[in-house]
């Protein structure tokens, strides 16, 4: 144990400063270093986005064409529930608010490491044993569960689902729960007391104001869905009767605790990733960030409101107060406006260039401004009404998730991984990951709005030829191979740059925030110097304090100095 | 008659200046305004607007629905930015601006000791793992949970000893 007894500024003249610890596999189980554990959670997650990911892939080759018999019916709701389980649970949600949160929150307010790094620890040791639980389904008799990611009530009860899949199902929901939590209280903590002198709460980065929002949006919603796991296990083994009707329960109860959570937890896949563009535009546009409190005030807006629309995803149920949760989804649009009108302000009339974080970052706005809009659309009860549980929800919620966890997220990782590696990922191949991955994307989901209008439901295994779906469908599934494909460009630029390293040096963008002050990778406990915060882009200031007279740069306002 | 309006004025104007100071002055109390204090204003703000924006909502969601069920998670919400939010707002009267409070602070401002950090244990991992094996208990039959629960006793006395002594394994 370190009693840190100096701020980092006292760490001044020890650039060969290097930490003694364990190394090698011993270092990754045991070290309680922000940034091992950030790096261990963001590998981990994508281990199981790409395991999703080829789930997604066998789905979609079911679809190919009717009366497909690439697996059996019980196969492919395994295979969707287990897709959308390890997405929203195992990637997209830690991909964010543990991985990158990890990695650069701590850095960028200036802390020498998380508040609570053995808490910290402990949290990624349980999503992974929750992680290989949820997974470890397939290898049990009966298969994994099969009642889609929401397990809603009387198909998730012991006589509709029986074995030990659902079991394990729930038991890794509820390990990954508890780790989610552990984490929001760190990151909550960590941004509230360990912040460096002059980082006050309105100078610390968007990214950490949307991960402190995102964190008390988890420590709001993740017990709600611990409570309801364990009510459901009561349910299945205990004899209670919370959700079964036979014994006086209420199984809507459960879509209302789940959307409870479930909302929320949509928001808090959201946000991290909003975060990572806000902090990728201004870089590439060579502006500060545009109306920074605004964005912030926004941030807040999304997260309140959020929390109060949980129940538009049961209009259906009829049992809820359709107005109401209309009106409050409807309001969600004001502040996600707003922060696409200040994202648009910060690249407006800025020196863009177009390296890869940026094109992610990009391909985020337009992905996801029609993933909301649809949204929108699907606020309205009585389109609702008419296109539940289709695949124009499907593509709707594929486009809001993709949009901010895939392309916001390695947008992120394109931009970062300079900072927690050291090394460069080549231009050309990150250029064509991204032309790929949105190219296969729109094929992949711009069917399925007209799929879903004319009538597929989702979760079905096949069609007949009958309701001409197919021409579609082969559409669709041929994007999916594609941004297949485009992951497999993403695994060889990482393997190109692992043999043959280009280095980074420290500050490879230009970037504002304080993760760039500071060496790639960052040292033991994070900075040998701190430089002195005056505004919300420390890094900025301190490179440009004086622009050369007459030349055509940037002063410190971010206007151009002519 | 003008004078006597004037004087009757400037009494109701006294008069009314001491409440106006009143709300001031409980304003700079409650939120550490005065010279001194205020660490920690915007964290305590944060979690109380939570609770505020929560209970707005849920007086809203009650009159317009009476539905239990969803008014009960409102309600608790309310209470997660309460208890948070009340002992920061407690602490922002009463304590000094930390640097990092202050716009105008120097890096030198924040030299001191910053906190502990433990550099590295195994405890976690093997916490971590317990717990796991606890949850499969919940499927394949409490004996798991006990091999779980005896791992999970190990590392917690482990951690508990290894902060004891104060030192890294």
């Known amino acids: 144990m370190t009693l840190l007894d100096d701020r980092p500024a006292i760490l001044v003249d020890e650039p060969e400063h290097h930490h003694e610890g364990p190394s090698g596999l011993y270092q990754w189980i045991t070290s ?124 998730s009860g012991i006589i509709r689902s029986p074995g030990a899949g659902p079991d394990m ?29 002059g980082m006050t709460m309105f100078r610390i980065p968007i990214f950490s104001w949307n991960m402190l929002v995102t964190a008390i949006l988890i420590l709001i919603a993740f017990p709600v869905l611990t409570s309801a796991l364990v009510m459901l296990y009561a349910d299945r083994h205990l004899g209670t009767h919370f959700f079964t009707v036979v014994g006086g329960g209420v199984p809507v109860l459960w879509q209302n605790l789940f959307w409870f959570f479930g909302h929320p937890e949509v928001y808090i896949l959201a946000l991290p990733y909003f975060g990572i563009v806000t902090e990728i535009l201004p870089v590439f546009s060579r502006k500060p960030v545009f109306s920074y409190k605004g964005l912030v005030f926004a941030t807040l807006l999304i997260a309140g409101l959020s929390t109060g629309v949980w129940a538009h995803h049961m209009f259906t149920t009829g049992v809820v107060l359709l107005p109401f949760f209309a009106g409050m989804s409807y309001l969600i649009a004001v502040p996600t406006g707003l922060k696409f009108f200040a994202w648009i302000g910060t690249m407006w009339r800025g020196h863009l260039t177009f390296e890869t974080p940026m094109l992610f970052a990009i391909g985020f706005l337009v992905v996801f401004l029609l993933g909301g809009l649809s949204g929108v659309i699907l606020a309205a009860p009585p389109i609702d009404f008419f296109v539940h549980d289709t695949y124009y929800v499907v593509a709707h919620f594929h486009e809001v998730l993709i949009g901010t966890a895939v392309l916001g997220g390695f947008g992120g990782f394109y931009y970062w991984y300079p900072k927690f590696t050291g090394r460069m990922l080549r231009e050309p191949l990150g250029q064509t990951h991204f032309v790929m991955l949105i190219v296969g994307f729109l094929l992949q989901t711009m069917p399925q709005y007209v799929l879903g209008l004319e009538g597929m439901p989702r979760r079905i295994a096949t ?31 990482l393997w190109i740059s692992w043999r043959h390293p280009i280095l980074a040096g420290d500050d490879p963008w230009g970037g504002h925030t304080l993760e760039w002050a500071t060496t790639s990778p960052p040292p033991h406990h994070n900075f040998y110097s701190i430089p002195p915060i005056r505004s919300e882009r420390p890094t900025w200031d301190m490179n440009h304090e004086e622009p050369p007279p007459g030349s055509d740069v940037q002063g410190p306002t971010g206007i151009t100095v002519r | ?15 009314a200046g001491q409440s106006e100071h009143w709300v001031r002055d409980w304003f700079r109390r409650s939120w550490g305004t005065s010279k001194g204090t205020g660490g920690f204003r915007f964290e305590a703000a944060i979690y109380l607007g939570t609770a505020a924006f929560f209970a707005v909502v849920l007086a809203i969601y009650w009159f317009t629905s009476y539905e239990g069920g969803g008014a009960v998670m409102l309600l608790f919400t309310v209470c997660l930015g309460l208890l948070p939010g009340s002992y920061m707002f407690f602490w922002s009267r009463r304590m000094k ?44 039959g409490p004996w798991l949970g006990l091999v779980g629960g005896i791992g999970a006793f190990c590392a917690v006395a482990g951690v508990t000893m290894e902060s004891r002594r104060g030192g890294n394994i």
């Open chain 1, 32 to 155: 309680t270093d922000h940034k091992v554990i950030g790096k261990s959670y963001l590998y981990t997650s994508i281990v199981f986005f790409l395991l999703a990911g080829l789930m997604a892939l066998m789905i979609r080759t079911q679809l190919i064409m009717p009366n497909n018999t690439f697996g059996s019916q019980q196969t492919y709701d395994e295979l969707f529930t287990m897709h959308g389980s390890l997405m929203m649970y195992l990637f997209a949600g830690p991909f964010a608010f543990a991985g990158f949160a990890n990695l650069i929150i701590p850095i960028q307010v200036g802390a020498p490491d998380m508040a609570f790094p053995r808490l910290n620890l402990l949290s990624y040791w349980l999503y992974l044993s929750g992680g290989l639980i949820l997974v470890g389904g397939f290898f049990v008799s009966g298969g994994a569960a099969d009642f889609g990611w929401v397990a809603y009530a009387p198909l």
């Open chain 1, 169 to 197: 199902w729930i038991a890794g929901l509820i390990l990954t729960g508890f780790s989610a939590i552990f984490t929001g209280i760190n990151l909550v903590t960590t941004i509230f007391y360990l912040r460096a002198p």
């Open chain 1, 463 to 493: 069609y007949t030829v009958a309701e001409h779906w197919t021409t579609l469908n082969v559409i669709s599934s041929c994007g999916g191979y594609l941004i297949g494909l485009s992951f497999a460009v993403w695994l060889v630029n």
């Open chain 2, 1 to 15: 008659m003008s004078e006597n309006t004037d004087s009757g004025r400037s009494d109701e104007v006294e008069a």
């Open chain 2, 97 to 140: 601006k930390r640097p990092e409070d202050r716009l105008d602070a120097e890096v030198d401002d924040g030299v001191g000791p910053v906190g502990s950090f433990p550099d590295q244990s195994v405890w976690p991992f093997v916490l971590g793992i317990s717990i796991g094996f606890c949850a499969l208990g919940l499927v394949f």
